[in-house]
């Protein structure tokens, strides 16, 4: 028991609150909702280090003893996510503070609105109860309806409307699936329901539920079904699309990752096939998704559903280093694709236009944003010694261990498509002849960039940095592959 | 021994510096601060050479990520010293030539920096022991590259160039790193120096019978042949002459495209004797060997036919450590001893290369400097004006072709020796296919010996065009000279003691290559310029007679016209990019309609065939209906109505009357919850009907017209099937789920909430007090829905107040 593991929620969440009480000064609530974040960041980087001490962390609420009340759980798994998380938004959150001047001057709940989306992110990591994860999805998803129509843009309201349809029907599909979850095995604690699924092994009925909760944290990471994920990433403002970008997916990833590792595992047919050919199948899609477009925003949004496959690969395979791969990569994508949305984001602003055959030679202007681009596309690609070299090795060992050779390829074979597509807006934009002349150039004011520039360097810090966190990651790893580490805290202790 | 770690680090820590020093000393040109580091790097280097020849071996261990055994291992050989060696030395002549090369006008900033970069990554290549570290300078020299092909970026061809060769050279690399992997997972280490242990001790079942053995073959292969532009691979390299031409002579003929040869000799250890790798080496090296100077006798552009020139010397190499990796075949014996002459020539004809090709490109520099065109077409009698460039030439080509006093002779003879070796052969089908060996090698060197004539004569010899030259002719300032001559001096030095060379340097690298045979005190070879009038002296003399007729008898070249450009395999390339654009293009539009109806439907349809598929083969799930309280015909009534309601709604024609009947549906709901006993759901639920109907009708008045879309009947047909079946199983699982509880539900628990909670009210105290959380969050949620309205409705007053302004 530690009341330390509620905070990361409810500091975003009270905070939020509070904001609304000084709605006219802008000012304040950017430094209020900074302050909060970056405390948030703190306290995760305190409790993940606390886990390493004591073990898994739990808190029940209102003392009611597990299964029968709500509780969080702090595992080193979801703790990572939500320090990530934090980071990585008080990051846009800069950048979203400067942009507002030109860009949509500061809708009047913005901030708020930011601080209710991680409230609802970081406690859907956090939750240990599935119905208290409805919930949660629910703030973060309530949070991201209003955002991605804040600013009320004529594409913005086309788009939102499709995010929200799919949404609400998915919103739907999980309440129906916990339902039948609830009926079959009578409990809602995550940890119980493990127990009581393992207990039960594989039923056809469990089986056919399992299937239902994948159709539906599918449909938030954007595995197999992602269609309605390149409109809504590219229509909203730059830091809103960059928080989507970097966190919305990755709570479907981890919902998914969660529940496949703890609960529904015993059935292979699902936890290996099914989620292995949504990967693949994912991989193509976003591959192929990647390089039909010439708007940088869209190239952008299938980016983000190529990192989607290529993560599931690991929890398709699940060998320890494939979920070790899977982790580092989880949280690479997260500061890469925040920063990858941020510059797309940029660039479109500068110019105004989305579209990479209208523009030439930024690079003569914006040489900082030039380079920073090239830097997020090695990243991205996977080059050593940035971020995504690590996760990607690992997570190659463990397709090969596991003789998933389709899978690899297909892996390995996507990050050449992320290189090209993206390969193609930085020989576009960035190089060729500027067509901008001299002094006539937009100005890039310094608090655009340096949450870029912090972002790149997060990524240098964890690719040459990569062993600082392997402890934490190989407990997260060890924690999925072997549930009753994460059942027996929380039940028996 | 953390010299070498620093040595490496050293280029990539002053690229760091290169903007301050540029700033700080803005009126010398900058090349001169750059030209230490390769000097320091070569002395460094030097002072290792008598302990290598000594066969000593130098290792240091730096951990990077130790826990998945990443470490940055250092390994000093004599294979790794000899491309040091090449990459300080050739280096610190090309810094040399490229300060008189590029103006101070030019981007130098940038250029030095990549230039220190390359120079950091390639001493990584080769310095590195650790597989996954090696991969990361691998990376490094592509990234270098491909930013000085585009150094200037302005230019279309350029940027191109720079894109075709990081495409080509980047998928290499991911190749080789799942290679890696592969290798990783059969020998267990990473180390280089612990496979190679592995693989040379160990008696018994060795690496090759592993599965993995190779798959990761191929993929290391692709890496090494892509990165040293070997056939299909090679039509980065021509594109790559884009490049400002010190970087085409130290990158893109000296050091760089080497990468992959010192890869490949680096794990024939690993991979030698075996059928497949001898194949592969041996055969690619000899088409790309056959097809790079075939096309390079058509190139009318001087660096275009050197780049050509320099694919076909690569393929040479690499069909040599082919041939050599056979001796692993054959263990220890006189035989192998034999076969390790062929590596033996490749190294040294490694070196030669280096010295040759970087001259030649030097001069053309000076050519395309100086004149303003490297088009053979427009040159011609420069040999009065640039004496001293057209010596550096006629060395430069009449070693590339093979010609004596110069070293190229020395190694082409043992290059003949070797293929004849080879055709020898009685293993790997050699009996049948041997042949082909002496032949390929014997014809491509036909046309070695024609571009070489041409470079030479077609420049130098012959009418002088000034009319068509951009500048008048005149001899290169000396600094430009410097470098070149000190190459062409190597050139002659190494024909006449070519000896000094083979014993520190090639010896120390061929015991590395072939750790087994080392022990056998069989490996010391002498070069010797003159053995006898044998086959490959005969080889050489018909070259030299074929070639000088095909060079004078110019009308075999319309052969050429059978390879039109249109088909080449550049131009495949950049046509199937851009098929898989528009192809991507049309098949990702074609399923991204951008209707929400669409979507649904592909959600109901996942749902339907993988809920359903998968509710057919683990067969029908159990309902049993026993249990069951009995169906009254109140309920039986109620639900008629509620079906009825959902049925019309689809066909009513105004709103008003779909709203009421989805009233019906919530009140029917409500209903049920009375018959089941639980009033305050049905409060709940009677309240939330009311206010949703009468904010419904209340927003009534501000919308349009309901105007339903028109869809074939066909559609039609289908959204019902979906929707139908979509029903029947939700509905299907739901009964057996009623039916099929596996467990006690924890509900009993909540039975006591009076003793708990001291409220007797279960809902209450579930919903205040077990579950408060819950509550309070939805109470959230509420809050930010309200917050959305708020704004929605602002966006629309502000748009109304903005448009009234225009107004």
Sequence with gaps: ?493 | MLTIHLAIIFPLLAALFVPFISKKFANIHIGWFILSVPIILFLTLVQFIPSIAMGETYIYSVPWIPTYGIHFNIMLDGLSLIFGLIITGIGILVVLYSIYYLSREEALTHFYIYLLLFMGGMLGVVFTDHLLVLYAFWEVTSLSSFLLIAFWYHRKMSRLGAQKSLLITVSGGVAMLVGFIMVYIMAGTMSLREIIALVSTEPGPSLADHPLFVPAMLLILLGAFTKSAQFPFHIWLPRAMEAPTPVSAYLHSATMVKAGIYLVARLTPIFGGDGLWFWLVSGVGLITLLWGSFTAVRQTDLKALLAYSTVSQLGLIMSLLGIGSVALYFGQGPQSVLYTQATFAALFHLVNHATFKGALFMVVGIVDLGLGTRDVRRLGGLMAFMPVTFTIALIGSFSMAGLPPFNGFLSKEMFFAAVLEAKALSIFSMETWGILFPVLAWTASIFTFVYSMIIVFRTFLGKYKPERLEHEAREAPVGMLISPLVLATLVVALFFFPNVLSQYLLQPAMETIFPVLATENGLIYTIKAWHGIDATLMMTIGVVLVGTLLYKWRTWQGVYRLFPERFSLDRVFDHSLFLIEKGSSKLTRAYMTGFLRDYYVYIFLFFIVVVGGTYLWKGPLPITLLQDSSVEVYEVSLVLVMVAAALAIPFVQSRITAILLNGVLGFAIAFFFVIFRAPDLALTQLVVEMVTTVLFLLCFYYLPEWKKEPAPTRTKVINLIIAGLAGVLFTLIALSVNSGALFESISPYFEKTGELTGNNNIVNAILADFRAFDTMLEVIVLLIAGIGVYTLIKVRAQQKGEADLEN
């Design chain 1, 1 to 493: 028991m530690n009341n330390i593991i509620v905070l990361p929620m409810v500091i975003p969440l009270f905070t939020a609150i509070i904001l609304i009480f000084f709605l006219s000064y802008v000012r304040v609530q950017y430094w209020l909702s900074l302050v909060a974040l970056v405390i948030t960041a703190a306290l995760s980087g305190y409790i993940l280090e606390l886990i390493q001490r004591e073990g898994i962390l739990r808190l029940d609420f209102g003392q009611w003893p597990p299964p029968f009340g709500i509780l969080f759980v702090a595992d080193s798994f979801a703790t990572i996510l939500v320090l990530t998380a934090s980071i990585v938004s008080a990051l846009i959150l800069i950048y979203a503070y400067y942009a507002g001047q030109s860009e949509h001057d500061h809708p009047r709940f913005f901030y708020s609105l930011i601080l209710f989306l991680v409230a609802g992110v970081n406690g859907s990591f956090l939750t240990g109860d599935i119905f208290n994860l409805f919930v949660c999805f629910e703030v973060m998803l309530l949070a991201s309806y209003v955002l991605i129509t804040l600013g009320g843009r004529k594409r913005q309201l086309r788009e939102s409307v499709k995010y929200i349809g799919i949404n609400v029907l998915s919103s739907w599909l999980f309440l129906v699936a916990i339902a039948y979850l609830y009926g079959t095995a009578g409990t809602l604690n995550m940890a119980h329901l493990a127990e009581r699924m393992a207990e039960a092994g594989p039923t056809p009925l469990i089986t056919v539920i399992s299937i239902l909760f994948l159709i539906v944290f599918s449909l938030k990471a954007g595995l197999l079904l992602y269609f309605w994920l390149p409109g809504a990433y590219s229509a909203p403002p730059t830091a809103v699309a960059a928080l989507f970008g970097a966190l919305l997916t990755k709570v479907g990833i981890y919902a998914l990752f969660r529940i496949f590792s703890l609960l529904f595992y015993h059935d292979p047919f699902v936890s290996e096939t099914l989620l292995g050919i949504m990967a693949a199948l994912t991989l193509i899609g976003g591959s192929i998704g990647a390089v039909a477009y010439n708007d940088i925003r869209h190239i952008v949004a299938y980016n983000v559903v190529i990192a989607v496959g290529f993560i599931l690969v690991g929890l398709a395979i699940a060998t320890p280093a494939a979920i070790e791969g899977s982790i580092y990569y989880l949280i690479h994508d997260m500061i890469a694709k925040g920063l990858l949305f941020l510059l797309a984001g940029t660039i479109v602003t500068l110019t105004g236009t989305g579209k990479i055959e209208e523009m030439s030679g930024l690079i003569r202007h914006y040489p900082l944003l030039g380079w920073l681009f090239f830097i997020v596309i090695l990243s991205l690609v996977g080059i050593p010694p940035l971020s995504g070299f690590i996760g990607k090795v690992l997570l190659g060992q463990g397709a090969v261990q596991a003789e998933a050779y389709l899978l690899l390829g297909l892996a390995f074979l996507s990050s050449l498509f992320v290189l090209y597509s993206l390969l193609r807006i930085f020989l576009n934009c960035f190089w060729g002849e500027t067509t901008i002349s001299e002094g006539e150039e937009t100005p890039l004011r310094k608090g655009l960039i340096i949450p870029s520039f912090i972002l790149a360097m997060l990524m240098f810090g964890l690719g040459l940095g990569a062993e600082l966190l392997a402890p934490y990651v190989k407990e997260a790893a060890e924690t999925l592959l072997n549930p009753n580490l994460y059942i027996e805290p929380i039940l028996y202790q």
